[in-house]
Nanobody
Framework: QVQLVESGGGSVQAGGSLRLSCSASGRTSLIYAMGWFRQAPGKEREFVAHKRWSGDTAYADSVKGRFSISREKVKYTVHLQMNNLKPEDTAVYYC???????????WGQGTQVTVSS
Protein backbone atom coordinates (compact mmCIF):
# COMPACT_ATOMS: atom_id res chain seq x y z
CA GLN A 1 0.00 0.00 0.00
CA VAL A 2 1.85 3.05 1.35
CA GLN A 3 5.34 2.90 2.80
CA LEU A 4 6.77 5.66 4.98
CA VAL A 5 10.43 6.22 5.81
CA GLU A 6 11.43 8.71 8.49
CA SER A 7 14.76 10.37 9.17
CA GLY A 8 16.25 13.17 11.21
CA GLY A 9 15.81 12.20 14.84
CA GLY A 10 18.55 12.59 17.41
CA SER A 11 19.59 14.20 20.65
CA VAL A 12 19.71 17.91 21.37
CA GLN A 13 19.84 20.22 24.34
CA ALA A 14 16.83 22.25 25.39
CA GLY A 15 16.38 25.26 23.14
CA GLY A 16 17.89 23.46 20.18
CA SER A 17 16.37 22.44 16.86
CA LEU A 18 15.85 19.28 14.86
CA ARG A 19 14.25 18.58 11.49
CA LEU A 20 12.37 15.36 10.83
CA SER A 21 11.59 14.14 7.33
CA CYS A 22 9.18 11.51 6.07
CA SER A 23 8.98 10.18 2.52
CA ALA A 24 6.08 8.16 1.14
CA SER A 25 6.17 5.56 -1.60
CA GLY A 26 3.83 2.95 -3.01
CA ARG A 27 0.18 3.88 -3.53
CA THR A 28 0.68 7.57 -2.87
CA SER A 29 -2.58 8.32 -4.67
CA LEU A 30 -4.31 7.17 -1.45
CA ILE A 31 -2.75 10.00 0.56
CA TYR A 32 -4.79 13.10 1.48
CA ALA A 33 -2.58 14.33 4.30
CA MET A 34 0.63 13.49 6.10
CA GLY A 35 1.63 14.27 9.62
CA TRP A 36 3.34 13.34 12.85
CA PHE A 37 2.39 11.74 16.13
CA ARG A 38 4.66 11.09 19.09
CA GLN A 39 4.79 8.71 22.01
CA ALA A 40 6.75 9.30 25.18
CA PRO A 41 7.61 6.42 27.56
CA GLY A 42 4.56 5.37 29.53
CA LYS A 43 2.23 7.69 27.63
CA GLU A 44 -0.33 7.39 24.87
CA ARG A 45 0.57 8.26 21.31
CA GLU A 46 -0.45 11.87 20.68
CA PHE A 47 -1.02 14.11 17.70
CA VAL A 48 1.70 16.62 16.83
CA ALA A 49 0.93 18.12 13.42
CA HIS A 50 -0.46 17.35 10.00
CA LYS A 51 -0.63 18.95 6.58
CA ARG A 52 -3.44 18.32 4.12
CA TRP A 53 -2.73 18.39 0.42
CA SER A 54 -5.21 21.28 0.26
CA GLY A 55 -2.60 23.27 2.21
CA ASP A 56 -4.34 23.30 5.60
CA THR A 57 -2.15 22.59 8.60
CA ALA A 58 -2.93 21.74 12.20
CA TYR A 59 -0.76 21.61 15.31
CA ALA A 60 -1.10 20.39 18.85
CA ASP A 61 -1.31 23.27 21.31
CA SER A 62 1.90 22.10 22.97
CA VAL A 63 3.96 22.68 19.81
CA LYS A 64 2.28 25.72 18.26
CA GLY A 65 4.77 28.46 17.52
CA ARG A 66 7.72 26.07 17.84
CA PHE A 67 7.09 23.36 15.23
CA SER A 68 6.39 23.83 11.55
CA ILE A 69 5.29 21.22 9.02
CA SER A 70 5.95 21.58 5.30
CA ARG A 71 5.57 19.46 2.22
CA GLU A 72 7.51 18.80 -0.96
CA LYS A 73 4.74 18.16 -3.47
CA VAL A 74 6.68 16.30 -6.09
CA LYS A 75 8.38 13.93 -3.67
CA TYR A 76 5.47 13.13 -1.28
CA THR A 77 7.79 14.18 1.50
CA VAL A 78 6.95 16.16 4.61
CA HIS A 79 9.30 17.87 7.02
CA LEU A 80 8.77 18.77 10.65
CA GLN A 81 10.98 21.64 11.74
CA MET A 82 11.20 21.62 15.53
CA ASN A 83 12.61 24.72 17.21
CA ASN A 84 13.04 25.70 20.84
CA LEU A 85 12.82 22.06 21.86
CA LYS A 86 11.92 21.22 25.44
CA PRO A 87 12.64 18.09 27.50
CA GLU A 88 8.92 17.26 27.34
CA ASP A 89 9.25 16.92 23.56
CA THR A 90 11.31 13.77 24.13
CA ALA A 91 9.49 10.91 22.43
CA VAL A 92 9.47 8.55 19.50
CA TYR A 93 8.02 10.48 16.56
CA TYR A 94 5.92 8.59 14.03
CA CYS A 95 5.03 9.76 10.57
CA UNK A 96 1.57 8.90 9.30
CA UNK A 97 -0.29 9.16 6.01
CA UNK A 98 -4.03 9.80 6.02
CA UNK A 99 -6.58 8.89 3.38
CA UNK A 100 -9.46 11.23 2.40
CA UNK A 101 -11.63 9.71 5.15
CA UNK A 102 -9.01 10.66 7.75
CA UNK A 103 -7.96 7.08 8.37
CA UNK A 104 -4.31 6.19 8.90
CA UNK A 105 -3.22 4.58 5.65
CA UNK A 106 0.24 3.89 7.02
CA TRP A 107 2.69 4.53 9.85
CA GLY A 108 6.44 4.97 9.78
CA GLN A 109 8.80 2.97 11.94
CA GLY A 110 9.40 5.86 14.34
CA THR A 111 12.42 8.04 15.05
CA GLN A 112 13.71 8.95 18.50
CA VAL A 113 13.95 12.57 19.60
CA THR A 114 15.69 13.22 22.92
CA VAL A 115 15.90 16.68 24.46
CA SER A 116 18.12 17.13 27.50
CA SER A 117 17.83 19.94 30.02
Amino acid sequence: QVQLVESGGGSVQAGGSLRLSCSASGRTSLIYAMGWFRQAPGKEREFVAHKRWSGDTAYADSVKGRFSISREKVKYTVHLQMNNLKPEDTAVYYCTALDPAGRHASWGQGTQVTVSS
